[in-house]
C-alpha cells in the first residue's frame, strides 16, 4: 500500500542539538510538505516542496532546514536555533494540480520532545 | 492573507445526536474547501471536499456545502457514533489565479468527544 512513512514516532533530544525528521512517501507525489502542530494552534507550514531540489520558506521556517534530493524523501532539521522545538510534526504529499484542489496524504507524525 | 476560524472547542455530545462544527474563512480568489479528521496520535485524514461554490463534500454520513455568500463551511453529521470522536480541522487551499500547489491553511481545529 502506498502511503507516507514518519521516523521515529517518538524522538528526545538535548536542548542545542540538531535532530533531523524523516519522511518518506511511495505515492509517486510531486509535492511535499512539513507542518508544525501545537495545541490549540491547528497546524503551521514550516517548508514544501514542489519538485526535486526545490523548496520553500512556509510561515514558521525559521530555526528549521530541509532538503530535497529525491522525490520520494524530504527530510527535516530541527536546528539548536529554533526557540521552542517540541512539537508534532506532521509531513505531507500532494500531487500537483494548478487547480489548487489536491488533497493533503499525512504521515502519523513525529512528536519531538527537547529537554 | 488566508486565515480559517473554528469554533471553539470541545465540543461534548452523545451518541445519535446532530452535530455541527462551524468553519468560516478569509481567503482571495477562489479556494478550494476541506475537512480533515485526526484520531488520537495518528496523522489527519482527508474527510471531505468542495472546489467551488454550492459544492456539497459528503463522506461517512458528514457533510459540508461551500457557502461563497456567508464564506462558510460548516461541518455537519446527523447522528453521531462514539468512533467519530476525533479532532477535526477546517482548511482552505487557495487557487488564485491557478499557482497553487496544495498549500493548506489551517482552522485552528475542534475537539469531539461521543459519549455512549
Known amino acids: 500500500d502506498g502511503g507516507i512513512t514518519q521516523s521515529p514516532k517518538y524522538l528526545f533530544r538535548k536542548e542545542g542539538q540538531n535532530v533531523t525528521l524523516s519522511c518518506e512517501q511511495n505515492?509517486?507525489?510531486?509535492?511535499m510538505y512539513w507542518y508544525r502542530q501545537d495545541p490549540g494552534q491547528g497546524l503551521r507550514l514550516i517548508y514544501y516542496?514542489?519538485?526535486?531540489?526545490?523548496?520553500q520558506k512556509g510561515d514558521i521556517a525559521e530555526g528549521y532546514s530541509v532538503s530535497r534530493e529525491k522525490k520520494e524523501s524530504f527530510p527535516l532539521t530541527v536546528t539548536s536555533a529554533q526557540k521552542n522545538p517540541t512539537a508534532f510534526y506532521l509531513c505531507?504529499?500532494?500531487?500537483?494540480?494548478?487547480?489548487?484542489?489536491?488533497?493533503?496524504?499525512f504521515g502519523n507524525g513525529t512528536r519531538l520532545t527537547v529537554t | 492573507g488566508d486565515s480559517v476560524t473554528q469554533m471553539e472547542g470541545p465540543v461534548t455530545l452523545s451518541e445519535e445526536a446532530f452535530l455541527t462544527i462551524n468553519c468560516t474563512y478569509t481567503?482571495?480568489?477562489?479556494?478550494?474547501l476541506f475537512w480533515y479528521v485526526q484520531y488520537p496520535g495518528e496523522g489527519l485524514q482527508l474527510l471531505l471536499k468542495?472546489?467551488?461554490?454550492?459544492d456539497k463534500g459528503s463522506n461517512k454520513g458528514f457533510e459540508a456545502t461551500y457557502r461563497k455568500e456567508t464564506t462558510s463551511f460548516h461541518l455537519e453529521k446527523g447522528s453521531v457514533q462514539v468512533s467519530d470522536s476525533a479532532v477535526y480541522f477546517c482548511?482552505?487551499?487557495?487557487?488564485?489565479?491557478?499557482?497553487?500547489?496544495?498549500?493548506?491553511?489551517f482552522g485552528q481545529g475542534t475537539i469531539l468527544t461521543v459519549h455512549p
Open positions: 505531507a504529499s500532494s500531487i500537483f494540480s494548478g487547480q489548487g484542489n489536491s488533497p493533503l496524504h
Open positions: 505515492l509517486n507525489h510531486d509535492a
Open positions: 516542496s514542489q519538485i526535486v531540489n526545490d523548496f
Open positions: 481567503a482571495t480568489g477562489y479556494p478550494s
Open positions: 468542495a472546489t467551488k461554490a454550492d
Open positions: 482548511a482552505l487551499s487557495d487557487s488564485a489565479g491557478g499557482t497553487s500547489y496544495g498549500k493548506l491553511t
